[in-house]
């Protein structure tokens, strides 16, 4: 029988070297997922329809329609599986517990072959280094439960602080979506402005980037760089790097990633974390905003 987990304490801690490895494993089950919803949706502008959505119990798909059903996958955190339901009232299930990502997918594709669903993806991962096809990975394998849990648990705590901070802007801006390529937490806003060509990016960079941005949100890392809330602006105006932002935990990487980092150790451990976690969000976005010359008055909800 699959054990439930309870929500215990909002702002769980999240030490990475903690839940690594489980941590990989999860990533390259939800590409699986996610390369599912790639197939059977058309495209939404940025990749939009691919990415995952909150529901009470997890992460879920959008409804994809497959010969004249529809379909939906769930990621349920609390009792742990991974949860399919079509419209004609049929529901499968299989757990999410200790399993090679190669025996994984392969339960996957079987479940939807079930169901009468056939669907072709390409098996190898994205957005990692040292990319193994999901067929031939027997490297991963670990699923901590506890650890699972604690993860969404953090993400329903910063969930709230990104709905107030996305809905100051009354411009174009994305969903509170997860992304399975980066395995991120992400909020997008636009100034409406075509994006300069990115010369030598793949065909997924050049969509995603096809307008001015300036993003927020939130990765649980990979190692070396622990548990993280970001923000950048692309294209990026001069002088960000140097901008003063807030609170003082946060830090701008010009090493590797070119963006703002805060540790989410830091908000955790806060005194008040919504607070903490709301200054890095609105003092990023001001200082692009206002470096990179947006029609503020136009874009905010005032």
Known sequence: MTSISVAKETWPELKLSAWEDTRATLHMWTQ???????ALTPLTNHWWNVTFHFTARGLS???MTVGGRTLRMTFDFVAHQLVFQTSDGVTKTIPLEPRTVAEF????????RGLDIQVHIWTMPVEIPDPIRFEKDVTHHTYDPDAVNAFWRALLSMKPVFERFRCAFIGKCSPIHFFWG???LAVTRFNGKRAPERPGADAMNQEAYSHEVISHGFWPGRLPLDASFYAYAAPEPPGLKEAKVHPAAAYYDDKVWNEFFLPYEAVRTARNPADELTAFLNSTYEAAATLAGWNRAELERR
């Open 32 to 38: 699986i997922v996610g390369k599912i919803c790639l």
């Open 61 to 63: 798909t959008p409804a």
């Open 105 to 112: 997918y392969q339960r996957v594709m079987d479940t939807l």
């Open 182 to 184: 980066g395995f991120d």
